[in-house]
């Protein structure tokens, strides 16, 4: 289906007229006036381009743009005006980040090629934008397979974290929670440097020894070095480098992209105090009392929120599966521990094919058991499938 084009103007009779004109080359939809114009982008779009008039009452095109511009930042802009000064024209270019500036009266042929040259950007910008977010994701995937498999214990550190935080985020309406969520999954990244039982014994209080401590000290800059390079993850990079570090004030105070870092930092950093004190036994309150007191700065929120954190639902039952009955997908209710005691698979790990070669490869040395509990759905979890399953057909 073709992407669709809307036309804003306050005169019903131009809309109508530019309707005519384009229905046999291109799909448009109109909007009398910018108000209207925001509200068919929330309830008819997306839109691959907007054209709007400049001289409108209540809201101007430059205006609209604007307010576009953040809604809806792949929608190419086009500004058609009667009133051609340069001062508009700047102020519709640097405001509304417009594609292409137009006159009136404009002709069908300069309608078309502009909206035809739009149409190229726009898919252009989309293409890339879906490239990046697969790339990106495909990236995290990986690294999150890594992470699994070569130190579990990390990993498990890591699912925790990652259900704070995001918990954390909601709390508080924070923008692009998927930033929180990915710093968090990433946190632990540098670990696939040390040796499963040193990480096994920080998580358990063990003191170690000075060479060990200054090993683990260095796995967020590890974590940064290897992430600071994927596109997009920069600003994800820097939390994870402070997750340690007392941050002090760098760069523009003012600037709202250093404010969401230094911020997303200072949640990981007391979400992984309250994941300490609850590894040595302490209540949800009192982990998070805990934590309040050794970052007195935080927004007193944070805390709130892991206090109010509830313990994960289990409207799933469990049951025990031979190794060689795993299947991807499924996910594992229990530690996996080879015999010596070394930790391989950490509770709550979904089953994927590298982890079923690595559980093969240590059942064939004899260091497992032969049955693993997973999870299955609970009774509500199967009727709320079979309601899907018959609303798809």
């Not at 063990?206 to 994927?230: C, F, G, W």
Request: hydrophobic share 40%; net charge negative.
């Amino acid at each position: 289906m073709p992407e669709k084009i809307l036309l804003v103007d306050d005169e019903p009779s131009i809309l109508q007229g530019y309707q005519r004109l384009l229905r046999n080359e291109f799909r448009t939809d109109t909007a009398v006036g910018g108000h209207s114009a925001l509200i068919a982008f929330e309830t008819r779009g997306p839109f691959a381009i907007v054209v709007s008039d400049m001289r409108m009452p209540e809201m101007d095109g430059v205006q609209l743009l604007s307010r576009l511009k953040t809604l809806a930042p792949e929608t190419i802009r086009i500004m058609l005006t009667g009133n051609a000064d340069l001062e508009t024209a700047m102020q519709a270019v640097n405001e509304g980040s417009i594609f292409r500036f137009l006159t009136k009266p404009c002709s069908k042929e300069a309608m078309a090629r502009t909206l035809t040259a739009g149409l190229v950007q726009y898919r252009l910008v989309t293409a890339e934008k879906e490239l990046l977010e697969r790339t990106l994701s495909g990236s995290i995937r990986v690294l999150t397979e890594v992470l699994s498999l070569v130190n579990p214990a990390a990993f498990g550190r890591a699912l925790r974290l990652r259900r704070y935080m995001s918990h954390i985020a909601e709390a508080l309406a924070l923008p692009h929670p998927w930033r929180f969520e990915i710093a968090a999954m990433m946190s632990q990244l540098g670990c696939v440097t040390l040796h499963p039982e040193t990480v096994q014994a920080v998580y358990s209080g063990q003191k170690l020894s000075p060479e060990e401590e200054q090993h683990y000290a260095m796995h967020p800059t590890v974590a940064h070095d290897l992430l600071r390079n994927i596109p997009r993850l920069e600003p994800i990079a820097w939390m994870i480098a402070h997750q340690n570090k007392s941050i002090s004030v760098e760069g523009d105070v003012a600037d709202r992209e250093m404010a969401d870092m230094r911020l997303g930092a200072e949640i990981l950093q007391a979400a992984l105090a309250f994941d300490e004190f609850l590894g040595r036994g302490f209540s949800r309150t009192e982990a998070a009392h805990n934590a309040a007191r050794q970052f007195k700065g935080l927004d007193p929120r944070i805390f709130r929120a892991l206090v109010e954190l509830e313990p994960e639902k289990q409207d799933r039952e469990t049951r025990l599966c031979r190794l060689d009955e795993l299947t991807t997908g499924m996910i594992l209710d229990q530690e996996v521990r080879a015999a010596d005691g070394t930790l391989v698979v950490s509770v709550g790990q979904e089953v994927t094919m590298p982890l079923l070669l690595k559980l093969k490869s240590f059942q064939e040395k004899g260091a497992l058991e032969d049955k693993v509990r997973i999870f299955v759905p609970g009774p509500a979890k199967e009727k709320e499938k079979t309601q899907e399953q018959a609303a798809g057909k």
